[in-house]
């Protein structure tokens, strides 16, 4: 069982720039891979950004390469999303998933945490 909590959301202003945490705990595989979504109201949860736990096979959906960037620390245990630029576009609940298994930005992923709240206001 592998357990994720997101921290980091907040509000900002269009331009501003956030950096979002999420804790990785339990018995998460030295292949996992990892991935960023968000979903805002009325729409589909969208991938944002993923990667392997080695840090390989980093993909970005196209509105935000360029602005955000995935990443990890040393330890495996925590996986950030470091946004910058931000627009009122990006205004959602930002989930953070693992998988042992490859699914890019689909959202297939066994394992989801709660979310956080991010707000760009104009």
């Known amino acids: 069982q592998v357990q994720l909590v997101e921290s980091g959301g907040d509000s900002v202003q269009a331009g501003g720039s956030l950096r979002l945490s999420c804790e990785i705990s339990g018995n998460i595989r030295s292949r996992a891979f990892m991935a960023w979504f968000r979903q805002a109201p009325g729409k589909e949860r969208e991938g944002v950004a993923t990667m392997n736990i080695a840090g390989q096979f980093i993909t970005y959906v196209e509105s935000v390469k360029g602005r955000f960037t995935i990443s990890q620390d040393n330890s495996n245990r925590h996986l950030y999303l470091q946004m910058n630029s931000l627009n009122p576009e990006d205004t959602a609940t930002y989930y953070c998933?693992?998988?042992?298994?490859?699914?890019?930005?689909?959202?297939?992923?066994?394992?989801w945490g709660q979310g956080t709240q991010v707000t760009v206001s104009s």
């Open positions: 998933a693992a998988d042992n298994a490859f699914y890019g930005l689909n959202d297939g992923y066994k394992y």
